[in-house]
């Protein structure tokens, strides 16, 4: 996923003088990448990623363990995969952690509870290395819809909650309609509306 250059790159890049404020050096870079994809011509966007959503979700380590309590194994079994059981291992912040990542997958596809079954968000972890997410069944229908090409997971966990950040990036044109399948990324830098 391409990040947004330090400002001072950015701003060198595209030749402006060094020491520019901050705002100014991103706002020229936002407006030149995506007035460049905007411009171009179908076939220069096909391939070419854009943020198509991102989700943040945090949970409640405590509620979350009085719903394991009082459901029991078939709770864990409709909402964790047998590999995250396995690797939380009873850890309740852990199992929290996913969770969270679940819901932030799903508002970051755009979709809620209803339309993405949560075992089909699967976060899958090798212990000191950078979870992941594995899509699968409805998920990964929806993200084939949406032509997502990529899926990046952000997790921690504190004292009794766990938070999830999740960003969705795919094509910037539906190679087979043609149609945009990004989103507006917002107020340009420096700039407000009224």
Known sequence: MTSLPNPAVASSALGVEKGVELGAGVEEWVETEFAGLAGASLGARVGVDVLLGVGVDMVDAGQL??????????????????????????SIP?????????????KALGRGIGEID??????????????????????????????????????????????????????????VTGTATGVGIGTPVGSRRR
């Open 118 to 175: 949560p075992i089909d968000i699967e976060v899958v972890s090798i212990e000191g290395e950078p979870p992941l997410l594995e899509l699968h069944g409805s998920a990964r229908a929806i993200a084939r819809e949406r032509w997502v090409r990529r899926v990046a997971l952000s997790l921690t966990h504190e004292g009794t909650f766990a938070v999830a950040f999740v960003v969705v990036v795919g094509e910037a044109v539906d190679p």
């Open 65 to 90: 363990a009085e719903m394991i309590e009082s459901s029991g194994s078939s709770f864990m079994d409709l909402c964790w995969t047998p590999s995250e059981q396995g690797y939380c291992a009873g």
């Open 94 to 106: 852990r199992l929290a952690a996913r969770w969270a990542a679940k819901e932030a997958t799903m």
